[in-house]
């Protein structure tokens, strides 16, 4: 019985080698990408071993089938019924017809998803059309009452120029350390000015400056000279309308003319030209000599100066608090500060005064008036053309029509969060309210100060009794409290300013906290035994009290 061979084996799995003898060996070629290798003629003894890939396997474009799958003989390779793979069974169908079955599908539904795709359009392009159809519509209709408003305010002025100072570029607001300077200023609250109102007190100080040394050398004091030393000293700038200002405040302060024929050697400044000149105006006693503008002199007209722009804040503070409701009155000689919702930052700026202006020279501007001062001068000829000019170029006048009436204030209505209070009980707290803030602006700055020592003092007696247990001992010096208590309280402060909170708290509070004046020393007691919680609910109590007389 002859051997079979390991080959034959394959030959039998592979398709249309099944009629080939046993002997002879196949040789394969590696197929080409596009198309697959022509099956060779059977092969000589010393051909290549290599088995050739049969066309059912994939190429490289094309995803290789499971490994399980390979391995299967194809529909045509076996024969008969019992054959597990038969032609017709769905479970073993290849890729290439489950692909074909797909792309039949996806042709067959394509119409189907084009149709559903243009209704989906056709909804999606009405609701966008309909959206912007009505945008269009409210923004025309906005552009209507925009061009009607511009048309009733066409003869006012803006609110800007009402209140003395240009308005911004674009609408533009002041910068944030300009509307909130009287927020940020250090120390306690006072009358603080705004912060224009600062700088033009600055500005009148540097001008003092300027003119005092100019004036006691007996030089001219010119407009040019001065703010060229003012803008050097402030690094601002100073114009004419700042001088007009100053002189609105402190009318008394200097007195201005129009001068001309003044050296200035300057190139572009002549002789015969007009020139504002400033003097300053001086108590000058009988039989004395020229005064002179000396320091106490200087720092004199600076107090005046600032006296007056804090009056005119008053003036201001004065009309907001009548318009309050309830209105407040507040004496003068008592208020020490501005009420809490008085924005001080937004009073209007000081209006310049009018400053002497250089004479006017009267100038030709017309061809009439040419002709009736040249009309003896001229030929007929002439005299007749420019008559035919005149007339040409004149131009009525058309009367401007009058303006449209401001509407009446309308009466102030109560906001929609107090509909349904009673009308009485808001009396009565506008009042409570009017009441408190009236003691605030009337509040002396020792009792201020006093205040906010009071605010401090129950963190003061939490601090100072854990002093007392970490220290284990019954007393302890007033040097040593205290400097333990600034080592351990939040906020900075002074080993002096600590004294004062202490010996205060000893006068609130003599049962808890005693001092003993010993010779030179001051020792502090403390009862360790007393309930804290009720130490500071007493402080707090005392505070409330006291802030509220």
């Known amino acids: 019985m002859a051997q079979c061979r390991l080959t034959d084996f394959f030959a039998r799995r592979r398709p249309g080698l099944r009629d080939k003898p046993t002997g002879t060996k196949p040789a394969w070629r590696t197929p080409s990408p596009a198309k697959p290798a022509p099956r060779a003629p059977a092969p000589g003894p010393g051909s290549s071993r290599k088995r050739a890939r049969s066309p059912a396997e994939p190429t490289r474009d094309e995803p290789a089938p499971p490994a399980r799958r390979r391995l299967r003989l194809p529909a045509n390779a076996v024969s008969g019924p019992s054959s597990p793979a038969a032609a017709g069974s769905p479970e073993h169908s290849s890729p290439q017809s489950k692909k074909t079955k797909k792309a039949t599908l996806s042709a067959s539904q394509r119409p189907c998803l084009a149709a559903q795709e243009d209704k989906v359009l056709s909804k999606v392009t009405l609701s966008e059309l309909k959206s912007c159809l009505q945008r269009a519509q409210e923004l025309g209709a906005r552009v209507q009452e925009l061009k009607a408003s511009a048309q009733k305010n066409a003869g006012e002025p803006s609110a800007p120029e009402d209140r003395g100072h240009p308005a911004g570029l674009c609408g533009e607001q002041m ?175 000081v209006e310049p005064a009018e400053l002497p202006q250089p004479p006017t020279v009267e100038k030709l501007a017309s061809a009439q008036e040419v002709l009736a001062r040249a009309r003896s001068l001229m030929s007929p000829r002439m005299e007749k053309a420019l008559s035919d000019l005149a007339q040409r170029t004149a131009q009525p006048s058309s009367p401007q029509p009058p303006g449209p009436a401001l509407p009446a204030t309308p009466p102030a209505t109560p906001p929609a969060a107090l509909k349904g209070v009673s009308q009485a009980l808001l009396e009565r707290i506008r009042a409570k309210e009017a009441q408190k803030q009236l003691a605030r602006m009337t509040r002396r700055p020792e009792h201020e100060q006093r205040l906010r020592r009071l605010e401090r003092l129950p963190e003061l007696a939490r601090v100072l009794r854990s002093v007392f247990v970490s220290e284990r001992k019954p007393a302890l010096t007033m040097e040593v409290a205290c400097a333990r208590m600034v080592g351990s309280y939040r906020a900075a402060m002074s080993p002096g300013e600590m004294e004062k909170h202490v010996q205060l708290l000893s006068e609130l509070l003599p049962d808890w906290l005693s001092l003993h004046r010993i010779r030179t020393d001051t020792y502090v007691k403390l009862d360790k035994a007393a309930d804290l919680a009720g130490v500071m609910a007493q402080l707090a109590r005392l505070a409330h009290v006291e802030e509220a007389l």
């Open 175 to 349: 910068p944030a350390y300009q509307r909130f300077h009287a927020l940020a200023q250090p120390g306690p609250p006072g009358l603080v000015l705004p912060y224009k109102y600062q700088v033009l007190a600055e500005m009148f100080r540097s001008m003092d400056t300027i003119v005092s040394m100019l004036y006691n050398r007996s030089e001219t004091v010119t407009f040019t000279k001065v703010k060229q030393g003012v803008q050097d000293m402030m690094r601002k700038r100073f114009e004419e309308r700042n001088v007009g200002q100053i002189k609105t405040v402190y009318l008394g302060s200097y007195r201005f003319r129009q001068e001309r024929y003044i050296p200035t050697f300057k190139d572009g400044v002549r002789r015969s030209d007009y020139q504002l000149t400033i003097e300053p105006l001086l108590d000058q006693q009988a039989g004395s000599a020229a005064p002179q503008l000396t320091a106490s002199h200087l720092l004199q007209r600076r107090q005046v100066f600032s006296q007056k722009l804090v009056a005119r804040v008053r003036e201001h503070h004065r009309a907001f608090l009548a318009s309050l409701n309830p209105p407040m009155e507040v004496p003068e000689d008592q208020l020490t500060r501005w009420h809490p919702r008085f924005n001080v930052d937004e009073v209007p700026d």
